[in-house]
Every structure is written in structure tokens, then in C-alpha cells.
């Protein structure tokens, strides 16, 4: 017999004291009621959920053509329409952690929606099947139970996608278990004494599931060990097993790569007399892009030459092959996973000093604003005039300005453009782990951020605009570098934020990089900078590659596209095999597989570079926690980095390093939390705590196996006075409408009392 479901009624809620609706819903509430509806609604349905009638219908179909405009809602059929981003019934998923009941965590593997791609609760697997572990990809049957959350039940397993499990092995009496180095991973594996691969105490292990219980931790077997928690150096390995970064080439690979002969010169530009020199780190080994400057009439004449890369990485190679599986290269403290085996990489594509090699180079003219006047592409042989390192060039120019008076004058110069444009710029200081000669950390310490490191930015910025520029006037594929701006959820979160602080933002349709640059002014040299400064970077939507243009927000640039370092980065061969092509400097250009698949490569090539950063990420985190393991117990000055009604996110002045003071680790009392002001507040003591706050906090717990640090309270409560509700100044925000401040005056809608 057939079961009947009955479709339930959609109706909107009317706004409370209203005496008829209004004519026409606002954009906000349509798209809710698809959010809500959790299927496709007909045009009809949403006219009647609303109230709307004859005469206003062609308003609303104005405003659902608007949602489809701007990704909120899609076209799932004539007058049908669903929120966007929906799932389908049947789809690829990916795991990506274990609950505390030990079950998997998936997303999708594309996801094309607004904001981030829903949660995936997988259902437990069949007797007799092994669990599924993070990285295992499979094809599931899907059921939304709600919001952006789904249930779902394996079908088909991908072959060769299990996953693994990375964790640190305990030895036990009936074999081991393992402890995962995901944070996202809430649960534990046992391994039989059979399968322990003779792990020992405290080693770093790649594991894979073993079909077992139900109920309790999961069986898994050892596949491979990685090193010693205690030895520094094994903590880029985890990183790098975690999430699955490829560290061996191919052997194919690896023989095309040291069969390669040095560029001849044949018919390329001759540019050995130039003094081109290459500015990189002092620990760099990869030197693909020199620079040289000079003044001409008007203005100044400027060279970036960059490796060429393409004439020894040649279309679907075995080379090809696995630069594109890796995407870029990958840069921890005591290692580089690089994109090209190291004949190419550090031998014959690295610009070393007094050694001949073939380039791709752009020649640009600038006026003295450092406008562009003119640029021109050519295909040369170069020879290093030197190997500076920032420091070394910086304290040189300090030194005696006229050495290289035309390189910072031609800097000044684009300095004045780039301020000109209304670019973001984020203060967000980066540390930097120094490792000892047997693999301990050393010291933690910022990154120093000089002219001469932006002196290199602005000129690879400039021959990556030239490059975009010139693809556009070939009429050739190009691997677009984008930046969208901020969405509309973000933006109001930011809003919401910065109206705590009295100061507003101009409505989403009318900001401007210069816009976000101004409040970050405002704030410069006060406490609250840092925390504006990562509030402003959460709002950011990604950058990504796409062989399709929408230009690039943060650098106020209509197009761009990175051209400037081919040794680490695949979008950048793409681009100087196009120009090969567009401007015929060999047969080595771009190839019609190449061409066809353009959209497919920047997709994953923006996910081979997250992965990289993710993995950077983790390593950096626990590389920290490494360097605090010993100083459990200590005080540490910190600011309050995050407020949640489960407690308090804290980041240390010291170190920059993070971690979590929870909601047990404060005093007895009833704490309120307060999302709009971003406040927890003590209903008895008074006592406050809110973003950017100071704070000194105990170090109660390190791991390094998942780079978490949790604090205690160090000091007396602080007792501030309670900050006022969040209110729109007069004059300020006008054009906002009263929804916009609908929380105020209203109670804290999270309260939490701490359990004695």
C-alpha cells in the first residue's frame, strides 16, 4: 500500500501588532520561507504564504528574479523555485571527522551554494563493512533534516577514497589504540595486537578501518608510522598525512625532470646584461621572479622576469601530471612539499646568481603616480646579478639609498597607485617558527613586515595585472585570480560588530574596498586593532581561481591573475602557457586539453591551495602547542578573541598561539551572553568580558598531537561597567531599516549557570 504524504501548508508569520500585511514581503523573508520550507515552492505558494495580491505580483516576481540574481534562491523548474544550494537526493560526499558516538561527518564534494556547505550526519555503515574515516569518499543517499544539517546513508564507496586515520599511538595489553590528531575527530580506534605494525608509545601513525563493533571505538589497522610526537620535526608529517598532501613524485616524473638541459638562447631576448635581481627570504631555495627598475622620461621603466617554467613542464607530461595533483607547494618550518621535483625546483627554474636561465618577462612603464603607461611580454635568458635577501636589501637601501634608489622610488611610485585605488589593507602579523639544529622549536616570533617586502608585492601585483590584461587581449583562456566581495550575511555580521564600537558601514551595494580600509584606520594604534583586524578577515569571502572574471575585491583590481611564481603555483604555468600561445613564443603553449578543461583545473587547484593552507594552519597550532607543553601552569597576557556562550576564545600577546577558556574554568555565577554586543556578563559579580579585551590567563593544558590549547583564569574577575545595548547613532546608518536593530533592548537570549 502506498503511503500519502500530505505537502504542510507554508504559511509567513505576520509581524506582531501588524493590522494587515504588507503588500509586498522583503527579500529576507522569501528567502527564509524557501530556507524553512525544506522543498520546491511554486510561485503561487510563495504569493499566498505572503498575502500578495493580484496587483503586486509582478513586485514579487521582481524580488525572486533579485534572489536568483544574487545565489540566493534557484529556478528549479517554470514558477518553481527552491533555496539555493540544496542538496540533491542522491550525492558524492566527503568525510571530514568522527562524532563522539564514533560516526562520520561529511560534506559535499561540490558545493556551488552561498556560505559554507551543509553537515552531512552519516548514518552508522552495514555489519560487516569497516567505518568510514576522514577522507573516504562515498556516494550517499541524503535526507535534509534541517536548516543547512542532513542525514546520510552510504550506497556506493569510491574505490580507491577509504580515508585514513592520523593520530598517536598508545600501546595497550591487547594491542593499542589510536589517538586522533583532528580535533574534529571526537572519539578514539583500538588496534588489535595483531595489526600494530610494532607502533610503539608515543609514535605517529597512518591508520585504516577494520570492519568491527557497532557499538565503542573502532577497529583500525596500522598502515604506517610517521615519527615521535616528541621529535618537532614529525609535527609537519602529521600535517602533511592528514590531509593527504602528496610528498613522493612519480618516477617519471622525477627522470623527465633530471633529463632537462639548460635554456640556449636561440631566439629569445637577451636580457644577461640587465641587472635583474632576485629579493626572497633568507631561508628561501626556489628564487623565480627578479626584478630591475630604472627611471625614464616621465616616469619609470620596470622588468619582472620570472622561470620558465613551461619550457621544461610540458602539457600532460608525467611532470604535468603531478604538479597539477599537487596544486602548489606546501611550506612548513622544517620542510617544503614542493610542486616540482627538486631538479626543476631548486636547479634549473631557480634564478641563482651568475647562472643563465631562461625566463618569461614582462616590461612595464609606469608615470611618477605609478600609473601603467604600457606593457610588453617577451620570452629571454637572464643572469642573476645578485641573491638579496629582504633583510639584506632593506638594511643596504637604509644604508646608502642611491644603491637602489630607482627600485624604491619605482615602489614609492606604485605605493601612491595602490593608496589611489582604495585597496584593503589588513595589519595581520604573521609568526614565525624557528626550529633548533635536533628538530625542537626554537623561538616564536612575528614575521618583521618591511618596505622591501612590499616593494616585492607591488611589482608582482602589477605583472599579474599585465598578464590578465594581455590574456583579455588575446582573446585567450585565463586562470583568473578572484576576490568577490563580502556576502550580504557577512556584511551584517561586520556591521553588527563595528556598531558596538559606533561606527557604521555604507550599505553592501555601494562598499568599497577604501570603505573597510577607512575603519581600519580609525582603529590603528588602539586595542581593538588586532581583533577589527581578524573580524574584517572572517568577512572576507576566499580568494580562488576561475577561468571566469568577476575581479578581485581586496586589491580593488577589475583583473588580475597570478603570473609571477610558477615553481609553486599551477595557475601561474597555466598562465604563461597561454601567453606562449597568444603571443607564439613556442610550441610549448597551452594544449586543447588544457584549454577544455580550464574551469575543472580551477576548481581543484582552489582546493589543492586550501589544503595546503589548512595543512599550514594545523602545523603552525601545533608547533605552538609543542613550544607551551612545559609551561602548563604559567601566566600568559592575552586578549580576548572570541565570545560564545560556551566561553571564551583567547589569543596570547606572546606567541600569538589560541585556545579555549571555558565556561567551567570561570567563577560560580550566572553568565549571560549577549551575541550582539558580543559580551558575557555576570548576573552577580558584575564582571564582563568582551571582544579585544585584555586578560591575563593560566596555561592549564597543551597537545601538540592536536595543536588545542585550553586556559583558566588567571586574575580577579574583571568588574567593568555593563556596555550599552548596540544602537544606531543618530545620523549614522540611516539608511538601515528598523529590523536592522530588532535585538535591541531585548534580553540576552543565552544564559548559562556554572555547575557546582
Known sequence: MKTVHKKPRIKAEKPEGSAAPAALPSRDSVKQLLTEAGRKL?????????????????????????????????????????????????????????????????????????????????????????????????????????GDKYEGRTIKRVAGQTGSIVGLFHATLQGGRIEPTDRRQKTEWIVPDTETMGATEGEIVRAEPLPGKVFGPRPARVTEKLGSINDARSVSLIAI???????????????????????????????????????????????DDAVFAEP?????????????????????????????????????????????????????????????????????????????????????????????????????????????????????????????????????????????????????????????HKLIEEFMILANVCAAEELERLSLPCMYRIHAPPSPEKLDNLRNFLKTMDISLKPGDQLHPRDLDRVLKLVEGTPSAPLVNETMLRAQSQAQYSDENIGHFGLALSRYAHFTSPIRRYADLLVHRALVTGLKLGKDGLSPEDMASFADTAEQITATERRATLAERDSSDRYLALFLQHRIGELFQGRVSGVTKFGLFVTLSESGASGFLSMANLPDDYWAHDEATQTLSGRRSRAVFTLAQNLEVRLNEAKPVTGGLLFGLGEALPSTPRPPRSRTKPGKDSDKKDSDNKDAGKKPKHKQKRRR
Open 42 to 146: 511554486h510561485f503561487r505558494d510563495v504569493a499566498r504564504a505572503f498575502s500578495v495580491g493580484p496587483d503586486d505580483k509582478k513586485g514579487l516576481r521582481g524580488i525572486m528574479k533579485s534572489l536568483e540574481a544574487s545565489g540566493d534562491a534557484e529556478r528549479a523548474g517554470r514558477k518553481i523555485y527552491t533555496e539555493a544550494g540544496t542538496l540533491p537526493e542522491n550525492a558524492l560526499v566527503e568525510v571530514t571527522g568522527i562524532d563522539r558516538n564514533g560516526e562520520a561527518i561529511a560534506r559535499p564534494v561540490v558545493w556551488d551554494g552561498p556560505g559554507r556547505p551543509p553537515v552531512i550526519f552519516m548514518q552508522p555503515e552495514a555489519k560487516g563493512q569497516a567505518a568510514l574515516a576522514p577522507g573516504a569518499k562515498v556516494l550517499a543517499k541524503l535526507r535534509r533534516v534541517g
Open 296 to 452: 625614464v622620461q616621465h616616469g619609470y621603466r620596470l622588468i619582472v622576469a620570472i622561470a620558465d617554467v613551461a619550457h621544461y613542464v610540458q602539457p600532460g607530461s608525467a611532470l604535468d601530471r603531478a604538479a597539477k595533483e599537487r596544486g602548489n607547494s606546501c611550506y612548513f618550518p622544517d620542510r617544503v612539499v614542493p610542486m616540482l621535483p627538486e631538479a626543476l625546483s631548486n636547479g634549473l627554474c631557480s634564478l641563482k646568481p651568475d647562472e643563465d636561465r631562461g625566463c618569461l618577462f614582462v616590461e612595464m612603464h609606469i608615470n611618477v603616480h605609478g600609473q601603467k603607461q604600457s606593457h610588453k611580454f617577451g620570452r629571454g635568458l637572464m643572469r642573476s646579478a645578485a641573491r638579496k635577501t629582504y633583510e639584506q636589501i632593506q638594511a643596504e637601501f637604509e644604508a646608502n639609498p642611491a644603491e637602489y634608489e630607482h627600485l624604491f622610488s619605482a615602489y614609492a611610485a606604485l605605493a601612491e597607485a595602490r593608496h589611489a585605488r582604495g585597496t584593503l589593507e589588513l595589519d595581520l602579523p604573521e609568526r614565525k617558527v624557528v626550529l633548533s639544529k635536533d628538530g625542537q622549536v626554537e623561538s616564536v616570533a612575528p614575521r618583521p613586515r618591511l618596505a622591501s
Open 241 to 287: 598525512a592528514q590531509h593527504g598532501i602528496p610528498m613522493d613524485f612519480p618516477e617519471a616524473a622525477v627522470a623527465e625532470a633530471e633529463k632537462a638541459k639548460p635554456v640556449p638562447l636561440g631566439k629569445r631576448t637577451d636580457l644577461r646584461d640587465v641587472p635583474l635581481i632576485t629579493i626572497d627570504g633568507h631561508d628561501a631555495r626556489d628564487f
